[in-house]
């Protein structure tokens, strides 16, 4: 399986954007990139995934290298309730029967008010 | 809509002793996962059903782990006995058959083996 290198922590101000950076140098042609966050004392929670273009959604923008070996999460304004431990996971998209989630340590975002 | 539910939220238990954990999946969503998650580590995947079957067990310990989803909705997950190396968060998550995008986890139950 593909793996993906984040930074273990970062800091961010209220309000500010937050850029969250995941490399992932050995991926494939197949692989789907995810994001996901844990918040304190919760499960997981699906954030954003994209292939080759850059994706938006309600809560984050997702932005793609050209080489696909690394991304970027972006969240706009960070809030209070942004605070997490966010994950970069690899999935390929033709996995099959082992099509699963593979969950690094992620970057535990902490923001400042 | 309600989301995945888990119970126990908390559960203490002292080593060599059984313990169950039970999961009801958001209704329609007929895949559903059980993970571990040690202290300061992502969850890992123990197993996954679609519908009754389950298609990946090849990370649980099948010594002491075992897990049955008898009706294709609700799941138990249970160890008999319980080590030390146990203690964990036990995440179940369901989602939509063959969305394996977007899956959706409970609180999970937090284990303390004694």
């Known amino acids: 399986d593909a793996k993906t290198t984040q930074p273990n922590s970062m800091e961010s101000n209220e309000e500010e954007p937050v850029h969250l950076p995941c490399n992932h140098s050995?991926?494939?042609?197949?692989?789907?990139i995810h994001w996901y966050r844990q918040l304190p004392s919760q499960g997981p929670e699906y954030v954003i995934h994209?292939?080759?273009s850059n994706v938006n959604n309600r809560m984050a923008s997702l932005a793609i290298a050209e080489d696909r070996k690394s991304s970027t999460l972006i969240l706009h304004r960070a809030t209070l309730r942004d605070a997490a431990v966010y994950y970069c996971i690899l999935r390929d998209r033709y996995g099959g029967a082992t099509n699963k989630l593979i969950f690094g340590t992620g970057t535990l975002l902490a923001v400042q008010p | 809509e309600a989301g995945v539910v888990q119970s126990p939220r908390y559960k203490i238990i002292e080593k060599k002793q059984p313990v169950a954990f039970w999961c009801n999946p958001i209704?329609?969503?007929?895949?559903l996962y059980w993970y571990r998650q040690n202290l300061g580590q992502g969850p890992e995947l123990l197993i996954r059903?679609?519908?009754?079957?389950?298609?990946?067990d090849s990370q649980l310990p099948k010594d002491r782990f075992s897990a049955e989803r008898l009706k294709g909705v609700d799941s138990t997950l249970k160890i008999q006995p319980a080590e030390l190396g146990d203690s964990a968060v036990y995440l179940c998550?369901?989602?939509?058959?063959?969305?394996?995008?977007?899956?959706?986890f409970g609180p999970g139950t937090r284990l303390t083996v004694l």
């Open positions: 209704s329609g969503h007929n895949t």
């Open positions: 059903y679609e519908n009754e079957e389950a298609v990946d």
């Open positions: 050995t991926i494939s042609g197949t692989d789907y």
């Open positions: 994209g292939l080759t």
């Open positions: 998550a369901s989602s939509v058959t063959g969305n394996y995008n977007e899956q959706f």
